[in-house]
């Protein structure tokens, strides 16, 4: 069996999708690609689509999913995401292949920022 080509989306079952948009935009900058209402708000990163979908657009998921999204540093981000209403979980080593920092939305959702190995770590 081969593998998956690429990620094409990922969503997350949101109580208050309009909060957590502000939170996403303001934390970490994610750009609006498309949005109904407050249904389903979808982002572009990279080649991949991350929404939030409220929980009557995501039947039958009742819960969130962790994402992962790779980052050039982890500079400032704990500022944000403690601005935006989030809470820095903690960073974890993984030596050659580089560090996860880990962090909780305002609804309790786990993030995880990826950094290769070699690019700057507050």
Request: hydrophobic share 45%; glycine share 10%.
């Amino acid at each position: 069996m081969e593998s998956p080509k690429r990620l094409q989306s990922v969503f997350v079952v949101a109580e208050r999708p309009a909060e957590l948009h502000a939170f996403y935009e303001s934390a970490l900058g994610l750009q609006l690609k498309f949005r109904d209402k407050d249904r389903w708000i979808q982002y572009g990163v990279g080649n991949t689509s991350v929404a939030l979908a409220c929980r009557e657009e995501a039947v039958p998921a009742i819960s969130g999913i962790v994402m992962v999204f790779e980052v050039d540093d982890f500079a400032a981000t704990a500022e944000r995401v403690a601005a935006s209403g989030g809470e820095v979980l903690g960073i974890r080593d993984m030596g050659s292949h580089g560090a996860v920092l880990s962090l909780r939305d305002p609804e309790g959702n786990i993030v995880q920022l990826f950094k290769r190995q070699g690019t700057p770590t507050p």
